[in-house]
């Protein structure tokens, strides 16, 4: 049972482009919605995260957007950079357990 | 201070043979996760632990096993090895009791696996 589904699967984008990836969570139990950033070879890094009772959070040119009713929240990336090529996980995580349930990922290429 | 760090980087084992992969941190963090990422996929929980002495299955615990004898180590044993358990392996910890930060993970560089 995939409880977070996450598109699109790769996307590319023009550097100075914006770049959005979509979730969608199924359980409305999960309090705490991070995005992770991984680079090939290395393990995922967080990039950003939101609790519920917000519906948007920025930070510098990463903001999430959250949409309780819908039950699904996205990424999006201002101002691409090459740099920012790398993949991207949604993830969502219950208060009682603290483990992640991550989204399958989404290829990000900015070309430059 | 080094994080989270995993031993071996890379292993290849035969169908059938047994193996541990280590994991270490020196954040002085209470939780500790086992993952496996398969290629194209999400990262899936394999055990986690709230505590030294305290551990729990995730999604995925068949075919492996772990322990938690101390706050900083966290092995994860495989018996048995099949190539169904061919994966990338990382180890993250996350730390305090409440509040946002606790619920960070910080993620070990991972241990690719391949059973042939």
């Known amino acids: 049972q995939q409880q977070v589904k996450q598109s699109p699967q790769s996307l590319i984008v023009q550097k100075g482009g914006i770049s959005i990836i979509n979730c969608a969570y199924e359980?409305?139990?999960?309090?705490?919605f991070p995005w992770y950033q991984q680079f090939p070879g290395k393990g995922p890094a967080l990039l950003i995260a939101i609790r519920p009772d917000v519906s948007e959070k920025k930070e510098g040119r990463f903001t999430i957007s959250f949409n309780k009713s819908a039950k699904q929240f996205s990424l999006h990336i201002m101002d691409s950079q090459p740099g920012d090529s790398a993949t991207y996980f949604c993830?969502?995580?219950?208060?009682?357990?603290?483990?992640?349930?991550f989204g399958s990922g989404t290829r990000l290429q900015v070309q430059p | 201070n080094a994080g989270v760090t995993q031993t071996p980087k890379f292993r290849i084992l035969k169908i059938g043979q047994s193996m541990t992969l280590q994991c270490t941190q020196d954040m002085n963090h209470n939780y500790m996760y086992w993952y496996r990422q398969d290629p194209g996929m999400g990262l899936k929980l394999i055990y986690y632990s709230v505590g030294a002495g305290i551990t729990d299955k995730g999604e995925v615990p068949n075919g492996y096993n772990v322990s938690r004898s101390t706050t900083e180590d966290f092995p994860l044993r495989l018996e048995l090895a099949a190539p169904s358990q061919t994966s990338v392996y990382f180890c993250?910890?996350?730390?305090?009791?409440?509040?946002?930060?606790?619920?960070?993970?910080?993620f070990g560089p991972g241990t690719r696996l391949t059973v042939t």
């Open positions: 993250a910890s996350s730390g305090g009791t409440s509040g946002p930060l606790s619920y960070e993970q910080y």
């Open positions: 359980n409305t139990a999960f309090d705490y």
């Open positions: 993830a969502a995580t219950l208060v009682s357990r603290r483990a992640l349930t």
